[in-house]
Each structure stands twice: as C-alpha cells, then as structure tokens.
Nanobody, 125 residues
Framework: QLQASGGGLVQAGGSLRLSCTIS?????????IGWFRQAPGKEREGISS????????TYADSVKGRFTISAASAENTVFLQMNSLRVEDTARYYC???????????????????WGQGTQVTVSS
C-alpha cells in the first residue's frame, strides 16, 4: 500500500513537500517509486521517479530544477520536495510503486503496479 500526503494550497513561488509512505515493501527490496500528477481535463503525467535498486532519479522537463525526489529508508518513505511552485503545477499528485527498479521506463505509468490515493496540490497566483 502507498499513502501520499502533504498536499495543500500554496501561493505561486512557494514550496510543499509530498510524502509517499510505503507498506508491504522495504528498502531491502528492488522497486521504484514514481510521482505522477493529473490536472482536471488533462492526462496523467509522470514527473519524477526514484529507483531503490540503483538510487537513480528521473525528472520530467516540466519540474526539473524545481522538484527533488528523495528517500528515507528508516521511515519507508519517499519524498517529493516541490519548490518554486507555479499555477500550472496545480493537480492531484499520486505516488506509485513498480516492483522492479531496473530496466523500466520510470515516468511511464504502465510500469507501476501499485498506486496510492493521491493528494491535492493547488497553487494560487
């Protein structure tokens, strides 16, 4: 199971940190965590991923340089630090888990078998 949290309302230019708490897997396992978002009327977009297999990270161009993904093994949690937020970042954010950390397309949702319920991020102008 995955539990996403940390969303909220923030002004443009502000920051939020999202958390994805993992149960059923530990950091001794091979997996990848992806963050996705979906705005009303738009397709779901993969924005960042973390591979527990090789500690690699991936970012979509839309968030590169503003968002940072990290992991805290002791907390079984993966974070998404979001800085310099823009109105266009408004969306529901989901974390997802792929049961393999190698050889996947990290921002493609079909790679991920387990999904959390999402957390809403709203950025006001």
């Amino acid at each position: 199971q995955l539990q996403a949290s940390g969303g909220g309302l923030v002004q443009a230019g502000g920051s939020l940190r999202l958390s994805c708490t993992i149960s059923g897997f530990t950091f001794d396992d091979d997996f990848a965590i992806g963050w996705f978002r979906q705005a009303p009327g738009k397709e779901r977009e993969g924005i960042s991923s973390f591979s527990n297999s090789d500690q690699s990270t991936t970012y979509a161009d839309s968030v590169k340089g503003r968002f940072t993904i990290s992991a805290a093994s002791a907390e079984n949690t993966v974070f998404l630090q979001m800085n310099s937020l823009r109105v266009e970042d408004t969306a529901r954010y989901y974390c997802a888990l792929a049961g393999a950390g190698w050889g996947i397309l990290p921002l493609e949702e079909f790679e991920y078998e387990h999904w959390g319920q999402g957390t809403q991020v709203t950025v006001s102008s």
